[in-house]
Structures are given as C-alpha cells and as structure tokens.
C-alpha cells in the first residue's frame, strides 16, 4: 500500500521531517498449528512526515525463505515456536523445515531495523539481516557487511552515539557468540568469539563507552533440548549470568557475574559510575513463549529493574524500580525500554517504556520514567487501543533530554483504524497530531 496526503489530526510540528519505519510480524499465508506471532513475515510500515504533511507506504521482507512461499502460493514452513507439549509435532515442523530449506525455522527479518552506514537493514536474531530500499522499502536482498560477517546477527545491535560505531554479536544453536565492533562506514574494526556452557536465546545486550554487556539467561535452544521436549524451554533452577566485556578485549577476557534466575528480552540502557556498570532492564522472574500470547500468570510480568555490576568488588545488586518507587507491581508491567538514541551507554534521566496490559500481550500506555526524580508521567491509549515501542526524536542536538517527540503507532480494535501518534515529549498528556493510516499497523 501507498498513499499520500493522510489525514491528519493536530498539527504535526513542522521540525518533524524524515521516514518514520517500523518492523513487526506479518504472515502472509495463513498460518499453521502452533502458531506464535514471533514467527510472522516482516513487514515495514513507513510514514514520511515532511512540512507538516505525511505520507504512507508498506512493504513486506522478501526473504529467501518467504520467495520460497510466494513461488509455491502457499505456506511451506511450519511452526517451531508454539508447539509446547507437543513434541512430536514440534519435531515434525523442524524436520519439515530442514528438508524445505536447511534451516529448522523460518527466516523473517521481522523484530527490527537498523540504519547504519547509509543501510536500513530488516532484522531477526536467527539469521542476516536483509537490506531494504530507502524511502520506498524494498527488499534488496541479505546482507553479511561485504562478507566481514557469517551466521545469525541480532536483532538489537548498538550504535555508539559519540563514534558511530555499530556494535553486535550472534548466536545460535552451537554454543559460541561471536562479538563484532565496526567502524561508522560498516567496516569491520574488532571480532572475537567466546563460548557458553550451552545454547542459549540472547535477545539483547548492552553497551557504555568502554564495555559490552551479556546476558547468559536459562532459556535452552539446544537441539537435543528441542527434540526431546518440542520447545525451547526457560529452567528457573538453571544459571543465570551477567558477561562484561571490554569493546575491543578478546572473547576469553569477558568476566561473568551470575545474578538469580529470570529471563530479559530487553535492554533499556547500561552506563558507567565509578567502579559499577548499571544496567537498566525489563526483566522476567521466569519465562515460557507461550506465555506471551496471553499473560494470565502475574509471576511472569516484567518490570522495569536496575543491577549495578561493581567490577571491583565483583559483586552484583538488583533494584526493582517499580516496587522501591511505590508504584503498583500489577499495572506498571514493563516492555520495549528506550532511551533518546543519543544517550546509548551513558546516564540518561528519562526512559520511555511501553506498558503491557496484564492477560494481554498488548501496550496499553507509554510510561515516562524519571531516574532522577523517581517518579513516572504516563500516557493511556484508551479503550481497545494498542500500541507500539516509543521512538524519542529531539528538537535538536542542543535542547535539554526531553525537549523532542514520542512517535508510535497504535492501532483502535474497536474502529479498526490505525495511527501515528506524536506526543511532546516533556508533557505526554496530549498528542499532538494522530496521522491516520490506510493500513491496519
């Protein structure tokens, strides 16, 4: 779909002027048992804000395994995610999928983008990204950084704001990450590996100016594990650990700190404060996927939490910033964390995180967090409407951190209408303007 000229509600401010994308899951044959929403084909949705004026346009990731699908006009992968309890036809699928294509599940590039060296890269942490076209999103094919990189590539690398320097690792089911720091035009400048004691889903990580920070969490992906229960599967008894890393150290100098079982899909930042690394998180005391299609459990709720790592007394300390702040444990369930973009790694006071509405996998409001203050401003969608992860975009490089935007988009169930959302960043009382989409987001 493209359109122009949407109609728009409010005023966009006319310093808003660039492409607005986001990535999410998208299937476009109609899908199979066991479906979870994690394995959808990606699909972008663009909006071009220029003037005061937007525009419209989306485009789905044509993958290698997706051309597969569209050449057949059918569905030839099958689910590996939402077969818990179901091991035979978990098996079934992997093996299906093997014999497909060579992989044990589909390729989608449908979590989230990169813009780095002049790329806008789909991404998904099981395989390379996929280049697209800029502003019109089309599918230009996969991308391994002209052949500096092999394998899996997360779906979270880092930008350094101050070098421009792109920071990522991956993972997969042999137990070894592979760690990689290039250079502000995409060249390679440090690679290393090290290993784990087993295969582990390491959804994100952090960076500060002079460290790397992983997440060695309970969550088996090994093979052996997969065939013989059909699922990945979180241990609440297993080890947890915390890997520190310097940015340009060899992979057998990380220094590892456990920490209590629990599971983070989500970084929201990390800074340095003397001889402690502070790592800023949505965390889970336990975790199932399947968990994720309806949150009826409240120990399964993420909130926001903050370890301080102290690299001399090598110690570790956890911090729910929800409970020690008074507020409510069972409304205040975190996900999607960000920081302005030009604060990565270094102490920001703000931190915009969407809240997931408890028994629904769904964000309800954008939380504002304050870090200085401790304190939290919030903005509610209202009834049947869901939204997005907040994107913070500054005023200009001088203003004061919260002086900018909030966008997101937001879908009414009720009016099946979708929207971006606009909101001043230092009062979310009040959207700004609300560009109205042809298309469901």
């Known amino acids: 779909v493209t359109a122009t000229g949407l109609h728009v509600e409010g005023v966009i401010p006319k310093e808003l002027s660039g492409l607005f994308v986001r990535n999410g899951p998208n299937p476009m044959f109609t899908p199979g048992e066991g479906y979870h929403w994690f394995e959808g084909d990606g699909m972008l949705h663009g909006v071009v804000l220029d003037n005061g004026a937007a525009s419209y346009c989306n485009r789905v990731v044509k993958t290698e395994h997706l051309a597969l699908e569209l050449k057949a006009q059918r569905r030839i992968f099958r689910s590996t995610l939402g077969l818990e309890k179901k091991r035979i036809s978990a098996v079934m699928s992997a093996f299906n999928n093997i014999r497909q294509s060579g992989d044990y599940a589909k390729k989608t590039a449908n979590t989230a983008l990169l813009h780095h060296h002049r790329k806008l890269l789909a991404l998904l942490e099981i395989s390379l990204p996929v280049e697209m076209s800029v502003p ?5 094919g996969p991308y391994n950084f002209g052949g500096q990189w092999t394998g899996s590539f997360t779906a979270h690398p880092k930008v350094d704001p101050e070098t421009g320097e792109l920071l990522a690792f991956g993972y997969g089911m042999d137990p070894t990450v592979q760690y990689s720091v290039f250079d502000s035009s995409g060249s390679l400048k440090h690679h290393t590996t090290f290993p784990l004691p087993s295969s582990v889903m390491m959804h994100d990580f952090a960076i500060t100016p002079n460290y790397s920070i992983f997440l060695d969490l309970p969550y088996s992906i ?3 594990h997969v065939l013989k229960t059909g699922s990945m599967s979180y241990d609440p008894h297993g080890r947890a650990r915390i890997g520190v890393l310097g940015r340009y150290e060899a992979g057998d100098k990380i220094r590892w700190f456990d920490i209590e079982p629990c599971y983070i899909f989500h970084v929201g930042n990390a800074y340095e404060e003397g001889d402690e690394i502070v790592l800023q998180v949505c965390r889970y005391p336990s975790m199932r996927l399947n968990y994720l299609r309806s949150l009826n459990d409240p120990d399964v709720a993420a909130h926001l939490y ?3 790592i102290n690299l001399k007394s090598n110690s570790v300390s ?8 008074g507020l409510d444990t ?7 964390p960000r920081v302005p973009d030009g604060l990565l790694g270094r102490p920001a006071r703000y931190m915009y995180v969407g809240r997931i509405i408890p028994r629904l996998t769904k964000v309800a409001a954008i939380d504002k967090y304050d870090l200085e203050k401790k304190k939290v401003s919030s903005i509610v969608f209202g009834p049947g409407r869901y939204g997005g992860e907040p994107v913070f975009v500054p005023r200009d490089t001088n203003s004061s951190e919260d002086d900018g935007w909030l966008l997101t988009y937001v879908h009414d169930e009720i009016l099946n209408q979708s929207e971006l959302l606009i909101l001043d960043a230092k009062d979310l009382s009040q959207p700004q303007a609300r560009v109205l989409l042809p298309q469901r987001v």
């Open 136 to 140: 019109d999103l089309d599918t230009i």
């Open 222 to 224: 090994t093979l052996s």
């Open 306 to 308: 903050e370890y301080r």
């Open 318 to 325: 956890l911090t729910n910033l929800v409970s020690t702040w």
């Open 330 to 336: 069972s409304i205040y369930w975190s996900e999607f």
